[in-house]
């Protein structure tokens, strides 16, 4: 383990950068390829109205995935990562233009455990403006 | 119709090995957009004292969540599995999964409750490599949403 970030220069309240994530249909067909999760309301719009969405909605587990990215970008090492966890609260909707959708992702240290060396990080997941993970954390062990 | 409290603790049989491919973890770093050499180029993981290039903190689900297939489709069970939706996801990790990896799962139901007529069912994945060594736990909360009335 490698982390670039060091204990002792991290503090509560400490912000990581935040980023945005655009994801488009293309994005979802790609993921639904390498992840092999091929359920119709992430690619096929009939389907997903039927089912009572809105549009074809992203994979929770894509979401999940880039907002992890905010953490692992930051500390340098991904496999600094010791724990991860979201809710699923609401979807990202995906429309079937170029522009797609995006998801921004806001992240601060909110803990720190002096004896494991770790610190916790709260992440806010947005869509369009509203929350789209909950309980969205990260215990990341650092330097 | 609520499920079966009595199955709460029941523990279903190990997988066979997933062998973690550096092709794999690739195709999957980009499907995620995400350049980190540590996916891809085992120098990179090498540099930060991995044996191989790891792959991404997510990467595990695809490999759970099929082994959480037997808790899901147990007939005995009965989750209706039309109804379900990912409720929550969390995981534990001793260390990251990488290349060459072979993991097995051993799924347990953690929990069975009841909220507002719709049943929510975690099950617990322990995942080992072919040592034995524990390399994450990954706690995945299906919600069957209540059937609408006749």
New interface residues.
């Given amino acids: 383990?490698?982390a670039r970030i060091s204990y002792d220069e991290v503090e509560i309240g400490t912000e990581l950068p935040a980023c945005s994530?655009p994801v488009t249909r293309a994005?979802l067909v790609?993921?639904a390829?390498?992840?092999?999760?091929f359920n119709p309301i992430h690619w096929n719009e009939k389907f997903a109205k039927g089912v009572g969405l809105p549009d074809v909605i992203a994979h929770?587990?894509?979401t999940?995935?880039?907002a992890?990215?905010v953490v692992?970008?930051w500390v340098?090492?991904?496999?600094a990562?010791?724990?991860?966890?979201?809710?699923?609260t609401r979807p990202v909707v995906v429309p079937n233009d170029d522009k797609g959708a995006v998801i921004e992702v806001t992240a601060k240290v909110a803990a720190k455990d002096d004896e494991r060396r770790t610190v916790r990080v709260d992440l806010v997941v947005k869509s369009e403006g509203q929350k789209v993970l909950g309980?969205s954390r990260a215990v990341v062990r650092l330097a | 119709m609520a499920l079966d409290q009595s199955f709460v603790g029941r523990t279903y049989p190990a997988t066979d090995p997933y062998e973690v491919g550096r092709e794999k973890i690739r195709?999957?770093a980009?499907?995620?957009?995400?350049t980190?050499p540590?996916?891809t180029d085992p120098e990179a993981a090498k540099?930060?004292?991995?044996p191989d290039v790891?792959a991404?903190?997510?990467f595990v689900?695809?490999v759970t969540?099929?082994a959480a297939g037997a808790v899901v489709s147990d007939p005995q069970l009965g989750l209706d599995y039309s109804r379900v939706?990912?409720?929550?996801?969390?995981?534990?990790?001793a260390?990251?999964v990488r290349a060459g990896d072979r993991l097995t799962v051993v799924s347990t139901i953690e929990s069975i409750k009841s909220l507002a007529g719709n049943d929510v069912l975690t099950v617990r994945g322990e995942v080992r490599d072919e040592h034995g060594e524990h390399v994450v736990t990954a706690?995945t909360t299906l919600v069957a949403r209540a059937a609408e009335e006749a």
């Fill in positions: 383990m490698a994530f994005d790609r993921y390829g390498a992840s092999g999760d929770g587990m894509f999940m995935a880039e992890a990215r692992t970008d340098g090492d991904p496999g990562v010791a724990e991860y966890g979201v809710r699923f309980m | 195709e999957f980009e499907a995620i957009g995400d980190n540590v996916y540099a930060l004292g991995h790891i991404p903190p997510t689900f695809s969540y099929r939706v990912h409720g929550d996801q969390k995981f534990a990790y260390r990251p706690h």
